[in-house]
């Protein structure tokens, strides 16, 4: 085979290259690690050579590899057996069946060994449907496990239920007292129900056993392997360092970057991996943030294209389910949420904020701010521009992660000043009939307002904020057409639906951009990177209801085929016959 010759060819498609322009190819040819040529089918299949890989696609699509731009890596391995208990949907339908599960762990476990799970939503569970007075309790878990301590974390990960076992042990009762920002929920006798919400969370979590790095990149390859089979071949690390904790889903500690680093040292780390680190915990200090910019070690690697750090995680409010949102009108029932930073009052709160950001800013970070209420977004991007004004830097690129209630002008001043909105429409698609109950439909409708925010010009990423959903960028493509609920069915927020190009450049070269990455990734071009999704029908017209029945045959990450379905192929002998 010459130097000029493909190493592998896939033709006979429909090729989507999200380029400028949306155009649609039959063939794109590899050549080692990159993209030589896209166009024709005859004009690909000519560059042919002896040893070329020639897939035929029979109409399949190919995309370019999808980026998913929130997705917490490390700790979504950690969520999976053998390092945690399966309790969300649908592995579970009741509190029954989390006991249950919990129970079998009890049996497998050592006296006294912690138990840890992630998934459980009240949204999905029978009794808490048939009853909406009715929560989980530290007394379900008791009943099957009075002496191990037990931590299931939430599908949002903004709570945790414990049993009484993990209260007594980590020393809360009914005289604590909740941290900044986090609530300890009490029952009517003013006794620990067993949920602790928002910072409350590393009360518990602290107490939780590190996995070891070894256990980290373990669980970090499965997860890799999993993306693969999702045609996933990039995605951002949101939060490593020394404001997260030690905990399977707390921000996660700097043991993680030592096992993304580790793989990537070993040519093990098989996807593009960008990280934005986290020098200061939910509900921190602008000083804390200062102190930790200070002692934090940009960590950098070998390849940047494999394994970069690219920005800081500021956290901003809570979540709108657990109404911890700082929303401008009230939610359902009363209150407004709040900031999750340092402060008394409103005010404070909104100066440190403030403060952080620019700290953050003028260190030379791009920043990525968890911010979900529309009063708390506004502040973020109001803070945005006046550290960009204070110490004006040409290509920052902050963004805003979720903005769930993301208002008009807030949509209008990130568009002008080239900031990004990361979004999640597989969220949506998983809440919208709970939404309903918390602020009530209009803004229920509302919540991730996609088409405002592409027609006010701001590059849209979509992400699945793994382990809160499954990596599953094709539920997010469909949810973003259609925004139906998958409780009910039903519409929520149609206005806001997009078209398929929309979608796909947020799982793509929306993506890349946020990564710094767009003139080497994102896109099938000649001359960036050979990754490459191929799905097992046309995309193009599809009924978007059935795009999440499309299955990945094959998966190319930097010129190789790291997974492969089930796709027709042969290989030219050196007199031009096929093999």
């Not at 400028?20 to 993209?35: K, L, M, P, W, Y």
């Not at 767009?518 to 097992?536: F, P, Q, Y």
Request: glycine share 10%.
């Amino acid at each position: 085979m010459s130097d000029s010759t493909p190493t592998l060819i896939l033709t006979g498609g429909q090729v989507l290259t999200v380029d400028d322009g949306f155009t649609v190819a039959e063939g794109v040819a590899v050549r080692g690690r990159s993209i030589v040529a896209v166009g024709g089918d005859a004009e690909i299949r000519a560059l042919a050579g002896p040893g070329t890989r020639v897939v035929e696609l029979g109409g399949r699509t190919v995309l370019p590899g999808i980026n998913d731009s929130h997705l917490h890596g490390a700790a979504y391995g950690m969520t999976k057996p053998p390092f945690a208990i399966a309790v969300g949907h649908p592995a579970v339908g009741s509190i029954a069946d989390i006991a249950a599960a919990v129970e079998r762990a009890v049996r497998a476990a050592r006296p006294g060994e912690w138990l840890v799970g992630l998934g459980w939503d009240p949204g999905y569970l029978a009794e808490c449907l048939a009853d909406p007075r009715r929560f989980p309790h530290r007394r379900d878990l008791d009943a099957v496990a009075p002496d191990n301590p037990v931590c299931l974390t939430d599908f949002s990960s903004h709570m945790v239920w414990v049993n009484s076992a993990a209260l007594r042990q980590c020393g809360i009762d009914a005289a604590s007292a909740p941290p900044p920002s986090g609530v300890i929920d009490l029952d009517p006798d003013g006794e620990p129900t067993g949920i602790l919400r928002e910072a409350a969370q590393g009360l518990v979590q602290a107490a939780l056993p590190s996995p070891t790095v070894a256990q980290r990149r373990h669980a970090i390859q499965n997860v890799i392997a999993e993306l693969h089979s999702r045609g996933i071949t990039s995605y951002t690390e949101p939060g490593l360092g020394p404001g997260g904790t030690t905990t399977l889903f707390g921000g996660l500690s700097t043991d993680n970057w030592t096992a993304y680093a580790d793989l990537a040292a070993t040519g093990q780390l098989q996807a593009r991996v960008s990280v934005l680190l986290l020098p200061a915990p939910m509900g921190g200090s602008a000083d804390e943030l200062r102190k930790g910019l200070a002692e934090l070690r940009r960590p950098e690697s070998a390849d940047p294209r494999l394994l970069r750090t690219i920005g800081v995680k500021i956290f901003g409010d809570g979540v709108p389910p657990n109404r911890t949102a700082w929303m401008n009108e009230p939610y359902a029932g009363g209150g407004h949420g709040a900031l999750c930073v340092h402060g008394a009052t409103p005010a404070l709160q909104v100066d440190e904020l403030r403060e952080m950001i620019r700290i953050a800013h003028e260190a030379g970070f791009q920043l990525g701010v968890h911010v979900t209420g529309d009063r708390a977004i506004d502040t973020v991007v109001d803070a945005f521009l006046a550290a960009n004004e204070a110490s004006p830097r040409p290509d920052a690129r902050h963004y805003v992660i979720h903005g769930d209630f993301v208002g008009a002008a807030g949509l209008a001043k990130l568009a002008a000043h080239g900031y990004g909105i990361n979004m999640n429409p597989a969220i949506k698609w998983t809440i919208s009939d709970l939404m309903d109950e918390v602020v009530g439909p209009e803004r229920s409708a509302y919540q991730w307002p996609v088409r405002s925010a592409v027609e006010a010009g701001v590059a849209v990423c979509a992400s699945s904020d793994a382990p809160i959903t499954e990596p599953d960028w094709r539920q997010g493509v469909a949810a973003m057409m259609l925004r139906e609920s998958k409780a009910s069915g039903r519409k929520s927020g149609p206005e806001q639906c997009v078209g398929l190009a929309e979608a796909l450049r947020a799982y793509t070269i929306n993506a890349a951009r946020q990564d710094f990455a767009e003139e080497w990734k994102g896109s099938i071009e000649t001359g960036k990177v050979a990754d490459l999704c191929v799905l097992d029908r046309p995309l193009l017209d599809l009924d978007p209801h059935a795009i999440t029945d499309a299955e990945v045959d094959l998966t190319v990450f930097d010129g190789r085929i790291v997974h492969e379905r089930r796709l027709p192929s042969y290989n030219l002998s050196p007199n031009g016959q096929r093999e």
